[in-house]
């Protein structure tokens, strides 16, 4: 199915430095979600942006919503443990099959050394 | 935030039995639900999307009839894997979308660990 290209795939950082993420696709979308995912658990929303160039906040989390429509990335600044586990965008707006439906980057996978 | 709930958190069955999960939103009404199936280190994928008092829409190469679901009320749905093989194993999660709701915005439930041995 469709996915969203979300880079890095992975990273390894020190506690207490800041991360960037992001994602692009070749679709235009109205809405742009950013999830985390701890093992064994579902996915949790962290941040939605709905309007071409929002900035929005969420503690030391920061996205913004590209002003084409088609990327959008995600910042932690000064990392802590808890923030291990991996991070997913998902785009909605598009019609998909007829409906619309959230489509999903591949995921970040965060991984801190204290 | 809206709460969905997942019952059960994880279940073991044999071969050729079937398993009933159950996907609740605790404090809003679902108009939508959907369920995802996740492999280890993989994205998610969406099997099907249910809307309220009629039938789910399958994602294609997703069994109908293998994975049946209900959405009966507003509040709950459930994902019944009948006849499970052991390749039907994989980690199955819900989320929902509601009326009030902003525009894209799903929440997820805590997902269901399924092993057919």
């Known amino acids: 199915g469709q996915q969203l290209n979300q880079s890095p795939q992975s990273m390894f950082i020190q506690e207490g430095e800041d991360v960037s993420m992001n994602c692009t696709s070749s679709?235009?979308?109205?809405?742009w979600l950013w999830y985390k995912q701890d093992p064994g658990e579902g996915p949790v929303l962290l941040i939605a942006l709905y309007k071409a160039g929002e900035l929005t906040s969420n503690g030391r989390l920061t996205a913004q919503f590209g002003i084409t429509r088609k990327d959008s990335f995600l910042n932690i600044s000064a990392s802590i443990p808890s923030d291990v586990g991996i991070y997913f965008c998902a785009g909605h707006g598009i019609f998909i099959q007829g409906a619309q439906k959230l489509v999903f980057g591949q995921g970040t996978r965060l991984t801190i050394n204290p | 935030g809206a709460v969905v709930s997942q019952h059960p958190s994880w279940v073991i069955c044999k071969s050729g039995t079937s398993v009933k999960i159950e996907c609740r939103s605790l404090d809003f009404q679902a108009t939508t639900m959907f369920w995802y199936r996740q492999f280890p280190k993989q994205s998610l994928m969406l099997m099907a999307t249910?809307?309220?008092?009629?039938?789910?829409?399958?994602e294609q190469g997703v069994e109908k009839d293998k994975f049946l679901i209900n959405h009966a009320s507003l509040t709950l749905s459930t994902l019944t894997v009948t006849s499970a093989h052991p390749e039907d194993s994989s980690f199955y999660i819900c989320?929902?979308?509601?009326?009030?709701?902003?525009?894209?915005?799903?929440?997820f439930g805590p997902g269901t660990r399924l092993t057919v041995t």
């Open positions: 249910s809307n309220e008092g009629s039938k789910a829409t399958y």
């Open positions: 679709s235009i979308f109205n809405t």
């Open positions: 989320s929902a979308r509601g009326r009030r709701l902003a525009g894209g915005e799903q929440y």
